[in-house]
């Protein structure tokens, strides 16, 4: 009696079978290989204290806008600070304010940083007056001042809580207030009218 032999054992199958899956499905469900390195490591950033502080222009933020030449457009009032806009950016020779970034909600009725989205104000509008007060020859920073419209979260007001001490305590090597400016403007009173050009 001749005996025949299979050649591939039901074991053998079984095993093929499973790294046949695993090879299918493995392709299916794992993505490209991660790349290795930081989002923007090539690029060269050139950026000061006042970027720091005030949160102002970004590398992906277009060229700077020419506020003084910019047609005067839309004025909002604003009774409460903050208004509601997250960003600023400054325009030609770090002259005038851009507004780069707009919250986009209120959190309750009456809050004050909606204000602005209420008001309808959009991403590059430039501050042309406030409060009557021709602002677009003013440095940037000036412009920030006057305005005082800022959101510290408890993470960036401990921060900067450390480097006043710091600063205070280093008033003999001539660092005192150091990242600090003095444009010589004061605060604007509230309520606030801000003149936009709404291109």
């Known amino acids: 009696m001749a005996r025949s032999t299979s050649l591939l054992s039901p074991a053998l199958v079984a095993a093929l079978a499973v790294v046949a899956c695993r090879l299918v499905l493995g392709a299916v469900f794992v993505g ?3 790349v290795r ?3 923007g490591q090539a690029i060269t950033r050139r950026v000061g204290t006042d970027y720091l502080l005030r ?3 970004r590398d992906a933020d277009g060229p700077p806008v020419d506020t003084a030449a910019a047609p005067a457009g839309q004025s909002v009032e604003y009774k409460k600070r903050p208004f509601g806009i997250a960003r600023y950016a400054p325009g030609v020779g770090g002259n005038g304010a851009t507004v780069m970034e707009v919250t986009q909600k209120s959190r309750y009725p009456g809050d004050p940083q909606g204000q602005a989205f209420v008001a309808g104000v959009q991403p590059g509008w430039s501050v042309k007056t406030v409060n009557g007060q021709d602002v677009t020859g003013l440095p ?3 412009i920030m001042e006057m305005l005082d419209d800022e959101v510290l979260d408890p993470v960036a007001a401990l921060s900067l809580n450390v480097k006043g001490d710091a600063s205070q305590s280093s008033g003999s090597t001539g ?3 150091a990242g600090m400016t003095d ?3 004061s605060k604007a009173e509230v309520p606030i009218t801000v003149l936009y050009s709404s291109r």
Do not use: E, I, K, S
């Open 55 to 57: 949160n102002g222009p």
């Open 175 to 177: 660092m005192a207030g």
């Open 37 to 39: 390195g930081l989002r």
């Open 140 to 142: 940037f920073g000036a």
């Open 183 to 185: 444009f010589g403007v």
């Open 32 to 34: 490209a290989p991660a």
